[in-house]
């Protein structure tokens, strides 16, 4: 399973239907709307262009951050950071049946989203980073190893770092 | 009715339940949260506290510009600009029963937010203002004046503007 964030500061000018459809030619299953500096409207708009794409070519679409934006373009999901809406208020909002990706720097971040109906962790980045600037430090693999421990179910780990340690 | 706009560019340091209170006290019977520059998760604490306050009080609560805020708070209503949510998506996502207001500078934008499920427009400035950055030039009163007359049904109309013209 490959998961491919659309951002238009990794973009380097490419629409992000063109970063998309090259994405889904690579192989991704999932694609990630991410735009944190596009208005409302804008972010609505790309994100219909990327559900239409995506059901066309049978990949799940998932929103960054914004569960209303989810909701609206008929999402597959959300991804939540720390600083967006909680996990439990996110499921509530988006109901049984869609994904809600959570990202957790930490077990206590790791279980308050478990207990709160995530779907999956983000967790990261395992290595330094330089591709996201508030990625955090890295937290290496111990994070990794516990949860795999304490969980019995599978969380999918999506690791927003560099592929190799610096 | 005086629907007041909690906002932090405005509030002097003030906190947003400091400036909450003191204007019900002052006879609002709709409070407004709009904060562009913090978080969600900052918005959301900003409004569970909000709506506590304000249903103690017996005041309308507006979230100005994010659905997904509004309906985890259980807010009142939305109040949406032209780079938000377009209206006949939030009124899907609201329900038929929370309030949907828009902001509307032209004749056209006003047709489309009605039709969408407007339950309110906020026409303005009337007169040029320079306490709202994003306000965009004085509309007059002649949109206002065509506003009635298109209009049967009574439509709220807010004015962010000086009291008085320059």
Known sequence: MLHVLTDREWSRGRDML???TAALDGGATIIQLRDKTASTRVL??????LRALTRER????????RVDVALAIEADGVHVGQ?????ALARRLLGPHRILGVSAATMEEAEVAVAGGADYLGVGPIFPTRGKADAGPATGVQLLTELARRYATPLVKVCLASLAPR
Chains 1, 2 share one sequence.
Do not use: H, K, R, Y
């Open 44 to 49: 609505i708009e790309e994100g219909l262009a």
């Open 18 to 20: 063109s970063v998309a």
């Open 58 to 65: 049978g990949a799940l679409l998932i929103v960054n951050g």
């Open 83 to 87: 600083d967006d809406m909680p996990a």
